[in-house]
């Protein structure tokens, strides 16, 4: 019997999310919010960051329409930066609360999704023919927590 694909993504998705959660738990506080991880991003201003992208990843899996926030038609650069400016006074609680809420929609939406929305573009409405959902799903989910887990491993290190 052939595992689904679904299966591996969602495999994939809770295992990295478990060490992305692991990171950040392990993590004080006080280091929690200290400027520098990525210029004068803190790892409180990352959990906001790649909270906004599984919510995006979630919009995407339900709608199955490439239709989601009006910040995608900024540069990265950019809509990174008005990601930051929104959330960098927000209280770290609720920013956790807000990852975890947003982490449970992902994986809902993931159970409902079938193979094929994960890896035939013409089951996303909008979505170019020579793109894999699976793969816009990956680089801003499960990949995107692994590059940030570098750079706050490399932070930590330089700190401590």
Known sequence: MRKS???SV???LLYARRDWDRLINSVDEVEIGKVGVRGEWSIKDLIAHVTWYEKEMEILIRTKKLDGSALWELSSKE???VIYQKNKFKPLDELKKHSLK???YLLDALETADDADLLDPGQIEGMPKDWQ???IIA???WMHYTHHEKEIREFL???N
């Open 139 to 141: 680089n801003n989910t």
């Open 10 to 12: 969602i495999n994939t």
């Open 79 to 81: 809509r990174d930066d």
């Open 5 to 7: 694909v679904k299966g």
């Open 157 to 159: 290190d330089k700190n």
């Open 133 to 135: 959902p699976l793969d």
């Open 102 to 104: 947003t982490f449970a």
